[in-house]
């Protein structure tokens, strides 16, 4: 995740304060140039850390602080509550047209990721508010923007407007309009020239786009690995277009984490959105106030269940629920659920996302084998129908067989047979507290 760094710097920091029960002068002082330097090694802009720092120390020197019970985790909770702040406070939500289609113009430097960041909007649009966009090809300068943008719009199943690389991208996006006004699409994403540097021709071009299209909303790709020059490039072009939000791209990377806390306080717009990966669903709208929490250690239990509720199906999961409670369970009832599991992204980022994981030892540098993974479907895949739905009859001969076909060992074989009886237990053990705590409100996760 992003923000490695700075996470283990704050976490350490906080955790030499969080149970104090009294927190002098000195202790904040001392605190204070711990997160300053923290702040400056993740890249933030040193006008933004200065300013931090005096409203912190400012807030946790003062009357909330030294007069609360528990000090130590009153300076905490100021260290979230200005961190939120300063990434945007909450959540930004995006533009709607009165009459549609709502225009968004991409804009941004060649490498951000800009044509790529286009297809993702879109497909979010799509899946996650119901909305019906059009991808508009108008980035007629460099080589096979077009074809990308065609070849993502395929894959997405979501049309594309283009009219080559012949016409001025002022009368592409004109057209565009025209044709979405048409055929009745909500949204118009236009995917607009990028250049390697900021210049005056480029500029003058999205100024005829802008004066032309009329967006709602003008978003800056920004590559978030280029940290302070990303805060830069932000800033010349809000300036000069001025931009409504900002999409930070490649935030699962190694990045120190200093673009995301500098943009907002430097340019004043938003962060709207945060590419989290390669693949076309990894982008999710930003919010400030979780992300604190995951710098700092607290998890990010809002985001998980999100992510669960969009890709666990809800029947099953009450299917489920009534085979643990009778003890019918089967191992195609397991395959069924891994694969729902799995489809919510990166096992060991899920984890990392759950309050109190950063204390785990190792926790940062977990990476979950997926090969063990595909080994355990590859057991259970090889097993018979009657042998999945009664484990108890798989003996000895039936395990070799089992561990030959799966390419995978005996005692590999045993071990999922122990685990998966134990779970059993387990669960039926969770649905029967589930059943006496229904009117305390106790539920099973995921379900």
Do not use: C, W
Not at 138 to 157: F, H, N, S
Not at 273 to 278: A, I, L, N, S
Not at 363 to 375: R, S, T
């Amino acid at each position: 995740m992003a923000f490695e760094g700075l996470a283990d710097r704050l976490q350490a920091t906080m955790q030499k304060i969080r149970g104090k029960g009294k927190v002098s002068e000195a202790d904040v002082k001392a605190m204070m140039r711990e997160v300053r330097l923290a702040l400056l090694e993740a890249d933030v802009n040193f006008k933004v850390v200065k300013q931090f720092i005096n409203k912190v120390s400012e807030r946790a020197v003062g009357h909330e602080v030294m007069k609360s019970l528990t000090p130590g985790q009153q300076v905490i909770k100021v260290v979230k509550e200005e961190l939120t702040e300063l990434m945007g406070g909450e959540e930004s939500q995006i533009a709607t047209a009165n009459r549609p289609p709502t225009v968004i113009m991409m804009s941004g430097l060649q490498g951000a990721g800009k044509t790529t960041t286009t297809g993702k909007l879109a497909n979010l649009l799509r899946k996650k508010y119901n909305r019906k966009p059009l991808l508009v090809a108008a980035d007629i300068y460099r080589p096979a923007a077009i074809k990308q943008l065609e070849t993502l719009g395929k894959q997405l199943d979501l049309p594309v407007f283009s009219m080559g690389d012949q016409v001025s991208p002022v009368e592409i996006a004109r057209k565009a309009i025209e044709k979405a006004k048409e055929e009745h699409h909500d949204y118009v994403l236009i995917d607009t020239a990028g250049r390697l540097h900021i210049d005056g021709e480029l500029m003058n071009e999205l100024k005829e786009i802008k004066e032309v299209a009329k967006p709602q909303e003008i978003f800056l790709v920004v590559d978030a690995m280029t940290g302070q020059d990303a805060v830069n490039v932000a800033q010349s072009f809000n300036e000069q277009l001025e931009i409504t939000g900002v999409v930070l791209t490649k935030l699962d990377g190694d990045t120190r984490g200093g673009a995301a806390l500098s943009i907002r306080a430097v340019t004043d717009k938003p962060i709207k959105f945060v590419g989290m990966g390669e693949k076309m669903d990894a982008l999710e709208s930003f919010h400030p106030e979780r992300m604190a929490s995951r710098i700092l250690g607290m998890g990010d239990m809002l985001t998980l269940i999100e992510k669960a509720q969009a890709s666990v199906d809800e029947e099953k999961a009450k299917e489920l629920e009534q085979k643990f409670r009778t003890a019918s369970f089967t191992f195609d009832d397991f395959l069924e659920q891994l694969s729902q599991v799995r489809n919510m992204g990166p096992l060991d980022e899920l984890i990392k996302m759950m309050p109190g994981a950063n204390k785990i030892k190792g926790m940062n540098n977990l990476q979950v084998d997926e090969k063990q993974i595909g080994h355990v479907e590859a057991i259970i895949r090889s097993m018979t129908t009657a042998e999945k739905q009664q484990p108890e009859i798989i003996n000895a001969g039936r395990r070799r067989r089992i561990a030959k076909g799966s390419g995978t060992s005996v005692q590999e074989v045993n071990r999922l047979l122990k685990q998966f009886e134990e779970m059993k237990k387990m669960m039926k053990q969770m649905t029967g507290m589930q059943q006496k705590g229904k009117k305390k409100g106790f539920k099973l996760p995921f379900m």
